[in-house]
């Protein structure tokens, strides 16, 4: 029997840093517990963080290929999914939109009628918008006013809104760098910076002005004692005495993830876990040590019920602009174009042309060899009678500087499932694919929208190539695949995020969610990982080996 003691390197381990890590962090060390971050990305200062998106070797997170930045693209049959990977998690590359989901979320998926959400998740949401600093948006670019001006001549601009956003600003919105004294935690946190509106929020903030997690609930917690390992990739869980349900411990096993041939192996040893991972990184991880045998009582549920937000990404590029419309924040506003469509104008700095390599003509239609057929129709005639104009589009050089990218997101029910399995391409090893209905890269209302704003701007609507060519829609926003349900049957997690079937583990993050949110997913994420740290008792109350502090549901495995 486990009554407590120091035989445990740490009371808790925390796989991965993000939201859901950050937040399961700092409230079990505020709560006695000691606790550790196994975090597989670097730490990251303000100077150290890319000029733009050419130092590839900064900005992307590839290890394999030397590529040691934060933020990482996965290519799926049914989505590419981009995510971040640092001590920080996304935030150190999110756009800092943080906006709550509407009530009807609450009411779809596993987690209906498991609690009464509505009325619980109120005070999470704002104890998490006070930490992360949540606040009106108030510096408007020209891509912003453009979005208003389109929303008002297609009739849906007095839903226009600026955004919620994680950002120190200056009180009267103007774009000088202000060094200012810990303006959030009553001078416990660090010293801080207002906003440039420079737009390059998702290249990492170099001036100190997002409220990343390394900012707060991070800083906090290393503060109070927890301990973070960078560059410290989990490979294995498992519990301490085989067979058990994790009533004896877990014993954690991680490598060094920027090393590709000295891998530095650790072992750690502690008796309750949080994994933190990311929807894909939880799921990842949970796949291989069911398979290994590790955690053979993982629900068969895992890697089901993966959402999207059903997104889709548009925009428009105005060559040879009088302004640039890289200025402002990352995400400055967004519109309702109807009841379950949502855009947001998103920009990258200038100078952070990337991604236009990803951007091509508008084109709409429904998805296959016709709408490639109308892509390419498009481009020859366009080259044909407007040859320099269509020249121009295609220019990486200046892409940032003269585009606005259209973030379209649909609170629509739809899933997708992602199973362990090899593939024809590469039978070497078992890796994550995704399965189900095809998540749509065709909003018809939105290629519309697009196609107004480039009007309007005096520019060229903007289509994403991999939607056109291949039918994959990109998105930033991947969540569920441990959702949270009533019983092993409906998911991973109960409404507490204990695992069914083990004993003082837990899952916070983006995986656990278990409905398409309609919105940008992290404001939801921080404040669930609130209220599942709120049902944990103070290390000095743990009793851990106490059934009644444990879930009754065993494994349907
Ligand atoms: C470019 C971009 C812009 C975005 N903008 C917004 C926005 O404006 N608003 C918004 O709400 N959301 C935004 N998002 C999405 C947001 O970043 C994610 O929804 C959020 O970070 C998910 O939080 P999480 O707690 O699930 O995990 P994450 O924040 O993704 O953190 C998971 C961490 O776990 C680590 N990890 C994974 N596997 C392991 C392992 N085996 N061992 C150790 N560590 C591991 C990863 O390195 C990562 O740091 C954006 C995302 C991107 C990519
Ligand atoms: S707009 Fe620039 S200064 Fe402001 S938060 Fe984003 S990166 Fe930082």
Sequence with gaps: MVTGGDQFDFDFIVIGSGFGGSVSTLRLTEKGYRVAVLEMGRRWAPHCLPRSSWHIHRWLWRPSLGLHGFFNMRMFRHATIFHGCAVGGGSITYAATLLAAPDQVW???????????????????QTAAGMLG????????TADHLLKYTGDATECGHTFYRTRVGILQSCDGNTVNQQVPDP?????????????????????????????????????????GARIFPETKVVDVRPLTPSDDGLSGYKVLAVKSTSWMRRQPQQFTCRGIVFSASALGTMELLFRLRESGSLPGISRTLGKH???????????????CADDLSQGIAIGSGIYIDEHTHIEAVRYPNGSDVMGLLTTMLTDGQPGPRRIGLWAKNIVSSLIFHPMQT????????????STILLCMQ????HIEMRWQRRWFWPFRKMLSSYGDKVPTYIPKANQFARKFAGIAGG???????????????TAHCIGGCVIADSP??????????????????????????ANLGVNPSLTITALSERAMSFIPLASETRWNDTALWHRVRSTA
Aim: proline residues 4%; aromatic residues 10%.
């Design 489 to 514: 049957e409906g998911g991973v997690v109960d409404s507490h995020h204990r695992v069914f079937g083990y004993r003082n583990m837990y899952i916070c993050d983006g995986s656990v969610l278990a």
């Design 107 to 125: 009411h779809s998926g596993s987690w209906r009628g498991l609690v009464d959400w509505t009325a619980e998740m109120p005070t999470h949401y």
């Design 391 to 402: 020249l121009r589009l295609f220019r990486l050089w200046g892409w940032a500087r003269e």
């Design 460 to 474: 060229t609507g903007m289509s994403m190539l991999p939607e056109i060519l291949f039918d994959v829609p990109g």
């Design 184 to 224: 959030f935690f009553g001078g416990e946190g660090p010293p801080r910076a207002t906003c440039t509106g420079c737009g390059g929020c998702m290249m990492g903030c170099r001036y100190g002005a997002k409220n990343t997690l390394d900012l707060n609930y991070l800083y906090l917690a290393e503060k109070k």
């Design 306 to 320: 993966v959402r999207t937000n059903s997104e889709s990404i548009i925009g428009a590029r105005v060559p040879q």
């Design 134 to 141: 949540v606040t009106e948006n108030k510096i408007l670019g």
């Design 411 to 414: 609170a629509l029910e739809g």
